[in-house]
């Protein structure tokens, strides 16, 4: 590798090879700029990489978790179901690198380890576990928010004698649960996918439960041809679309009347018919779903009696319905099978909320004082998300401050882009952006496509140097604190709120304004020569 006159190597250097990673290398090199990308996994993919538990699948609907920057792209791709699976999602994006030769630009296997700003030549220096040294003039982080997966500290882990797995993790080759006792801890989304499949091969299936989560029904079908034929003659125009919308997603609208606006039969009718249709369009029928307690409450006794109906033993009714938070504040689950899952009899639900699991054994997990013997554990316990990724490189930024301790109270960005303190660093649908409350495909190409606009305006203008301003950044990051306030989010001891992680800051992380209003500031801010930003030589 050549280094320039001043040590650089490469113009950015692009960390992870997801869809955010992979389509900024992309934008990039089409701007004429050299980029190189490490990627921990051993090939592209990032989330669909690694979560390949069975039953991953999208829950954006995949005519629109796609990307939407190509036509040649979009018409050369035909999706089979309304909501694909994990390794159709991975056969796409592999078909995707290939189409545009991404591969040779990334170094697998690699992890950074650190990224630390040299101020006098602005310049960041990354290291990598495979003792890679580079530098680089921009450093992009395209980490993933659910990609730093986590096994909670139990005790006695080390002594399970039996096999375990996390989902975010699984093998490649797939675990044949067959003649079994498997013992699930989760219930969110992972949990909620693999757990009717794995009921479906395992001898026993012990799951525990600490909160009850809603799940909707996904109604998943193989997709109609002529409805994906017909999307793509739509594909691009639908992605304009999108964007100026409050989720990224345009198969169903938010409903913009308040819930006190509808009569009772309104209200049940608009509930039902997004119900029966499946996907999170219920979440969208009346515009104060997630602002009021009253309408939510309405969405939640609703969803209540339509999960009711699916659950046939009385001894696990109350347990699997959510009585603790408003609906949505948690990320909302879509399901196929998994109520109907626990009337199985060989399927049991153990109350970690009334009794914590407290420690593994060497042959089953504990919680109190009761054991429940299992031949495998299955963790569906999450992400240290949003920030954990980005924190699982030490990053110093100018004067040697840590990324880790600015942070130390919960993330500070302006725009969800960048922080004060580390000119020339950028995260791609970081805190502070609505990204994980939207379809994070059209949130990844909204920040790639701003940033690239960014690093082409630096370059054509001879300037080295971007950084955020203190004061646009507290502006911004009070912002996001008040719009959070106005919603009901903050009532769930949810990942958005880090509340998963012990320890972890609780604040509402990422942008609830939505991906429109979001973009008309990003716009805005370009607009004005990148207002809130330091641009220098
Ligand atoms: P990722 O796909 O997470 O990729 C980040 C990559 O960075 C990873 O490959 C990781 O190995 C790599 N990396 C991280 N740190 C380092 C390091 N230090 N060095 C080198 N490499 C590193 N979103 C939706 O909108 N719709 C959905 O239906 C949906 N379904 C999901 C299902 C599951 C099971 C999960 C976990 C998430 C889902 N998401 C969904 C969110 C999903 O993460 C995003 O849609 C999207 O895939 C994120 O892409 P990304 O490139 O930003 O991050
Ligand atoms: P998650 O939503 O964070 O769920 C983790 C589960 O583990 C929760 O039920 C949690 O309980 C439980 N848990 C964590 N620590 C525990 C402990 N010490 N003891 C007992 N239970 C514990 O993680 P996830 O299911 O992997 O999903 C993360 C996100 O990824 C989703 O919200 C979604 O954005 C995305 N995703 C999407 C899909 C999809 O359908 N396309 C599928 C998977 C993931 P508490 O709730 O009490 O904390």
């Not at 290398?25 to 004429?32: D, F, S, T, V």
């Not at 996994?41 to 629109?64: I, K, M, Q």
């Not at 796409?92 to 006098?120: C, G, H, M, W």
């Amino acid at each position: 590798m050549a280094s320039s006159a001043n040590g650089q190597d490469f113009d950015a250097v692009i960390v992870g090879a997801g869809f955010a990673g992979m389509y900024m290398l992309h934008k990039l090199r089409q701007a004429g700029l050299s980029a190189r990308v490490f990627e921990a996994g051993d090939g592209v993919g990032g989330t669909w990489y690694w979560n390949r538990y069975p039953g991953a699948r999208c829950d954006v609907e995949s005519l629109e978790y796609q990307y939407g920057f190509s036509d040649e792209i979009q018409k050369g791709w035909t999706w089979s179901e309304r909501y694909s699976a994990q390794p159709e999602i991975l056969r796409y994006q592999n078909y995707v690198a290939d189409k545009l030769d991404l591969k040779r630009d990334i170094q697998f296997s690699t992890r950074v380890t650190s990224a630390t700003y040299d101020e006098p030549n602005a310049l960041w220096t990354i290291t990598t576990d495979k003792g890679n040294t580079v530098h680089a003039r921009f450093c992009i982080m395209a980490t993933g928010c659910l990609s730093a997966a986590r096994v909670p500290d139990f005790e006695g882990i080390d002594d399970f004698t039996g096999d375990w797995y996390h989902t975010g993790d699984w093998p490649h080759e797939g675990v044949d649960f067959t003649g079994k006792r498997v013992g699930v801890i989760g219930t969110g989304s992972s949990g909620v996918q693999s757990i009717p499949l794995i009921a479906a091969q395992a001898k026993h299936v012990t799951v525990f439960q600490r909160t009850a989560n809603f799940t909707l029904p996904a109604c998943n079908r193989p997709l109609d041809p002529a409805v994906a034929a017909a999307s793509k003659q739509t594909l691009l125009e639908d992605r304009k679309h999108a964007l100026t919308t409050a989720g990224g997603i345009i198969c169903f609208e938010y409903n913009e009347r308040l819930a006190e606006d509808f009569t009772e039969a309104e209200v049940e009718a608009e509930m039902k018919a997004r119900w029966e249709a499946g996907g999170f369009a219920f979440l969208g029928a009346f515009g104060d779903v997630m602002l009021t307690k009253s309408a939510n409450d309405k969405a939640a006794d609703f969803a209540r009696r339509e999960m009711r109906k699916h659950i046939k033993k009385p001894e696990v009714v109350d347990l699997l319905l959510p009585n603790d938070h408003p609906i949505g504040v948690k990320r909302l689950c879509l399901d196929t099978d998994y109520l109907e899952t626990f009337n199985a009899p060989h399927v049991e639900l153990v109350n970690a909320r009334a009794t914590p699991v407290s420690r593994i054994s060497a042959d089953g997990i504990v919680c109190g004082d009761k054991e429940y013997k299992v031949d495998a554990i299955v963790f569906a316990t999450g992400f240290d998300a949003m920030t954990g990724a980005i924190l699982g490189v030490n990053i110093t930024g100018r004067k040697g401050e840590k990324l880790k301790d600015k942070w130390a109270a919960g993330p500070r960005t302006y725009l969800g882009l960048g922080s004060a303190g580390f000119p020339n660093l950028f995260f791609i649908t970081g805190p502070g952006s609505p990204s994980v409350l939207s379809n994070m495909i059209v949130s990844i190409e909204q920040h790639v496509d701003w940033i690239t606009d960014c690093l082409s305006r630096l370059t054509k203008g001879n300037l080295r140097v971007i950084e955020v301003k203190p004061d646009a950044e507290d502006t911004w990051v009070a912002h996001v604190n008040e719009l959070a306030a106005t919603t009901l989010y903050p009532q769930a001891n949810s990942w958005y709120m880090g509340a998963n992680i012990p320890g972890k800051p609780q604040v509402f992380m990422p942008y609830p304004g939505g991906v429109g209003v979001y973009g008309e500031k990003l716009a805005e801010v370009a607009n004005a020569d990148y207002d809130g930003f330091a641009l220098g030589a």
